[in-house]
C-alpha cells in the first residue's frame, strides 16, 4: 500500500553512508579536502547521501578564550562561514559532479549578527545548497560559551524524500524534536554528532538511534566523530538503521572506533509496510489529533509555569 515514506516521486531505494570522521586540528582547508575525498569514496561505493558528523569542518572541542569571554573568540569567529559559502560551495561542486547528497557539521555565522555562531549541519544536493539545521539544544556550557541556538525545526525537501536533522544532544535527550520532524513528513532522521568514548557511549548511539527510527517509522543515521580533539576522545560507532518489518529496530550498517565508511541501502516499501499495520502518522493528526493536542497544551503549560 502506498504511504508517504514511500511516495512514488521519491526513490523505493536510497543508498546511505555514514562516516566515522577525524577532523585536521586547526585545520580548516586540510579537513575540507579530506571530506572530499570520502565523499568521492561515497559516491564510488553507490551512495546516494553521505553523513558527517557535527562540527566535521572544524576543530571541536573546550576553547579557553570562548570560555573566558562566554562568546565565540576571535579565532573561532574567523574560522566560521556563511552558508552558502566557500566551503559549501566546494562541496557542492563536487555533490554536482557525483550526483551525490552530503550532510556535514560546520560552524555557521550569522548573515546580519557576524559575532553570532550556529552549530549547524549543512545539507546539499547535486542542485546545491539545500539549507542548514541550526542546533537547537546546546551543551551547557561548552556550546552555550560559543554558539547560539537555533529557532527552526526544519524539513528539507529533496529528491531522495524528505530529510529531518537533528545534532547530537537534540536527538539523543530530546526525543521530541524527532517526532515533530516524522509528524512534518520526514522518512530519514540524519543525527551528526560529536559523542565522547564515555563508559557505554557505543551502545547507547546505536540503541537511541534504533529506537528513535522505530518509535517514529523511519530510517536514521548516525555519523561520530573518532580520534582525540579538545580533549576528548570520539567514540565512533556511526550508524545506519530502522525498522524491518515485521521485526523492530534492526541494525544495517554500523563502525567500530576508528575512521571509516559504512554503508545501507533503504528499502522504503518495506518501511512502508510497518504502516500497512501502524499508520501513526495519520492516527496522530486524524483518529488521535486530540493526543497530539493533550501533550502540546502540556508542553505550553510546563512552559508557561516555568517563567
Given at each position: 500500500?502506498?504511504?508517504?515514506?514511500?511516495?512514488?516521486?521519491?526513490?523505493?531505494l536510497?543508498?546511505?553512508?555514514?562516516?566515522?570522521?577525524?577532523?585536521?586540528?586547526?585545520?580548516?582547508?586540510?579537513?575540507?579536502?579530506?571530506?572530499?575525498?570520502?565523499?568521492?569514496?561515497?559516491?564510488?561505493?553507490?551512495?546516494?547521501?553521505?553523513?558527517?558528523?557535527?562540527?566535521?569542518?572544524?576543530?571541536w572541542?573546550?576553547?579557553?578564550?570562548?570560555?573566558?569571554?562566554?562568546?565565540?573568540?576571535?579565532?573561532?569567529?574567523?574560522?566560521?562561514?556563511?552558508?552558502?559559502?566557500?566551503?559549501?560551495?566546494?562541496?557542492?561542486?563536487?555533490?554536482?559532479?557525483?550526483?551525490?547528497?552530503?550532510?556535514?557539521?560546520?560552524?555557521?555565522?550569522?548573515?546580519?549578527?557576524?559575532?553570532?555562531?550556529?552549530?549547524?549541519?549543512?545539507?546539499?544536493?547535486?542542485?546545491?545548497?539545500?539549507?542548514?539545521?541550526?542546533?537547537?539544544?546546546?551543551?551547557?556550557?561548552?556550546?552555550?560559551?560559543?554558539?547560539?541556538?537555533g529557532?527552526?525545526?526544519?524539513?528539507?525537501?529533496?529528491?531522495?524524500?524528505?530529510?529531518?536533522?537533528?545534532?547530537?544532544?537534540?536527538?539523543?535527550?530530546?526525543?521530541?524534536?524527532?517526532?515533530?520532524?516524522?509528524?512534518?513528513?520526514?522518512?530519514?532522521?540524519?543525527?551528526?554528532?560529536?559523542?565522547?568514548?564515555?563508559?557505554?557511549?557505543?551502545?547507547?548511539?546505536?540503541?537511541?538511534t534504533?529506537?528513535?527510527?522505530?518509535?517514529?517509522?523511519?530510517?536514521?543515521?548516525?555519523?561520530?566523530?573518532?580520534?582525540?580533539?579538545?580533549?576528548?576522545?570520539?567514540?565512533?560507532?556511526?550508524?545506519?538503521?530502522?525498522?524491518?518489518?515485521?521485526?523492530?529496530?534492526?541494525?544495517?550498517?554500523?563502525a567500530?572506533?576508528?575512521?571509516?565508511?559504512?554503508?545501507?541501502?533503504?528499502?522504503?516499501?518495506?518501511?512502508?509496510?510497518?504502516?500497512?499495520?501502524?499508520?501513526?502518522?495519520?492516527?496522530?493528526?486524524?483518529?488521535?489529533?486530540?493526543?497530539?493536542?493533550i501533550?502540546?497544551?502540556?508542553?505550553?503549560?510546563?512552559?508557561?509555569?516555568?517563567?
Open positions: 500500500m502506498a504511504h508517504s515514506v514511500n511516495d512514488s516521486a521519491y526513490p523505493k536510497v543508498t546511505v553512508g555514514s562516516v566515522n570522521f577525524d577532523s585536521i586540528v586547526r585545520d580548516k582547508a586540510g579537513t575540507l579536502k579530506k571530506l572530499i575525498g570520502v565523499i568521492r569514496d561515497a559516491a564510488h561505493q553507490g551512495c546516494d547521501l553521505v553523513v558527517f558528523p557535527e562540527l566535521a569542518l572544524n576543530t572541542g573546550e576553547c579557553e578564550e570562548c570560555a573566558s569571554k562566554s562568546r565565540p573568540c576571535a579565532w573561532h569567529l574567523d574560522q566560521s562561514e556563511l552558508i552558502p559559502g566557500p566551503s559549501t560551495e566546494t562541496v557542492a561542486k563536487v555533490a554536482r559532479d557525483l550526483d551525490i547528497h552530503v550532510i556535514f557539521g560546520m560552524e555557521e555565522r550569522d548573515p546580519v549578527q557576524p559575532e553570532v555562531l550556529y552549530n549547524s549541519a549543512v545539507l546539499i544536493a547535486p542542485e546545491g545548497v539545500v539549507g542548514a539545521y541550526r542546533k537547537v539544544h546546546l551543551g551547557i556550557p561548552l556550546e552555550t560559551n560559543r554558539f547560539t541556538p529557532d527552526q525545526v526544519p524539513v528539507f525537501e529533496t529528491k531522495l524524500g524528505p530529510i529531518g536533522i537533528s545534532i547530537c544532544y537534540d536527538f539523543y535527550n530530546n526525543p521530541e524534536l524527532s517526532r515533530i520532524l516524522a509528524l512534518k513528513g520526514a522518512r530519514i532522521l540524519v543525527n551528526p554528532t560529536g559523542s565522547s568514548d564515555l563508559p557505554g557511549k557505543a551502545k547507547i548511539i546505536t540503541y537511541t534504533l529506537v528513535r527510527a522505530q518509535e517514529n517509522l523511519v530510517y536514521a543515521v548516525s555519523a561520530n566523530r573518532v580520534g582525540v580533539q579538545g580533549g576528548s576522545r570520539w567514540a565512533g560507532n556511526s550508524v545506519i538503521g530502522g525498522p524491518a518489518f515485521p521485526g523492530f529496530g534492526n541494525v544495517l550498517a554500523e567500530g572506533q576508528e575512521e571509516q565508511l559504512i554503508v545501507a541501502t533503504l528499502n522504503f516499501d518495506q518501511l512502508a509496510a510497518w504502516y500497512d499495520w501502524l499508520p501513526w502518522r495519520e492516527w496522530r493528526l486524524g483518529a488521535q489529533r486530540y493526543a497530539t493536542d501533550i502540546a497544551r502540556e508542553f505550553a503549560a510546563i512552559a508557561d509555569d516555568a517563567e
